[in-house]
């Protein structure tokens, strides 16, 4: 599939307009693969690059409880928080769409180790977004850049864990300052991993542990389902 560009005038028209409600808005972006239908609700969803095993469980559940609905999976495409999540998204069939911080090359797109995800991503019918030129490599500057993207696309953002110096927190702040619903997940009193979400849970970010939660905040009614069609839809394949 080819590399197409956006520029800023269409970003209405594609669907992402949101984006225009952040400071300094990107002039332009390069795409492969599809956008969502429209109605489709974003959810960026944020964590550690060592992400635990307890965070790899949360991470899946919520997203394996929210297949079935008009909800895309908005994540950085990096190790950890960001692959669980596309690959849950793409597990159970939703949408994803994948903001790396590097260009959409094949040659350059990182991590290399997720380019086989970013393929899988598009030839399932999701979306890779960036706003660098295609044969960009990334630079350890790029991603805050590439955050505030996430959060711009996004109706909330999910934080599955996030350490005291997790990249995770600049997310968190962005979603708070674009005026995004800010969701967390909680962790056990003294796990490290657990220091962002309780500190945003804190300042009155909303707890998350369950993926009805989400609907709630994204204005998706709940639909009702027998507890057999509840329990093959949560089964990983």
Same mark, same amino acid.
């Given at each position: 599939?080819?590399?197409?560009?956006?520029?800023?005038?269409?970003?209405?028209?594609?669907?992402?307009?949101?984006?225009?409600?952040?400071?300094?808005?990107?002039?332009?972006?390069?795409?492969?693969?599809?956008?969502?239908?429209?109605?489709?609700?974003?959810?960026?969803?944020?964590?550690?690059?060592?992400?635990?095993?307890?965070?790899?469980?949360?991470?899946?559940?919520?997203?394996?409880?929210?297949?079935?609905?008009?909800?895309?999976?908005?994540?950085?495409?990096?190790?950890?928080?960001?692959?669980?999540?596309?690959?849950?998204?793409?597990?159970?069939?939703?949408?994803?769409?994948?903001?790396?911080?590097?260009?959409?090359?094949?040659?350059?797109?990182?991590?290399?180790?997720?380019? !086989?995800?970013?393929?899988?991503?598009?030839?399932?019918?999701?979306?890779?977004?960036?706003?660098?030129?295609?044969?960009?490599?990334?630079?350890?500057?790029?991603?805050?850049? *590439?955050?505030?993207?996430?959060? !711009?696309?996004?109706?909330?953002?999910?934080?599955?864990?996030?350490?005291?110096?997790?990249?995770?927190?600049?997310?968190?702040?962005?979603?708070?300052?674009?005026?995004?619903?800010?969701?967390?997940?909680?962790?056990?009193?003294?796990?490290?991993?657990?220091?962002? !979400?309780?500190?945003?849970?804190?300042?009155?970010?909303?707890?998350?542990?369950?993926?009805?939660?989400?609907?709630?905040?994204?204005?998706?009614?709940?639909?009702?389902?027998?507890?057999?069609?509840?329990?093959?839809? *949560?089964?990983?394949?």
């Amino acid at each position: 599939m080819e590399i197409e560009t956006i520029e800023k005038e269409e970003y209405a028209e594609r669907g992402i307009g949101q984006l225009l409600e952040i400071p300094n808005p990107p002039e332009r972006l390069w795409m492969k693969g599809a956008f969502p239908p429209d109605g489709t609700k974003m959810l960026a969803v944020v964590g550690s690059r060592a992400l635990s095993s307890y965070g790899q469980y949360a991470c899946e559940e919520m997203i394996a409880g929210l297949a079935g609905y008009p909800i895309s999976i908005v994540s950085g495409l990096a190790l950890g928080a960001d692959a669980v999540a596309h690959r849950a998204a793409l597990a159970y069939g939703m949408h994803t769409i994948a903001v790396p911080g590097s260009g959409l090359n094949d040659s350059t797109i990182g991590p290399r180790t997720n380019l !086989g995800l970013a393929k899988e991503i598009v030839h399932k019918g999701g979306l890779l977004l960036s706003e660098h030129e295609p044969g960009h490599m990334s630079r350890p500057t790029d991603f805050p850049s *590439r955050n505030r993207i996430m959060a !711009g696309l996004a109706d909330a953002v999910l934080i599955i864990e996030a350490g005291p110096k997790s990249g995770t927190l600049i997310t968190a702040r962005l979603a708070a300052d674009y005026n995004r619903d800010l969701l967390c997940i909680p962790h056990r009193i003294g796990d490290p991993h657990g220091f962002g !979400g309780h500190l945003f849970i804190r300042l009155g970010a909303i707890l998350v542990s369950e993926p009805s939660h989400i609907l709630e905040v994204l204005g998706i009614p709940e639909l009702k389902t027998d507890t057999t069609v509840a329990a093959s839809m *949560r089964a990983v394949p």
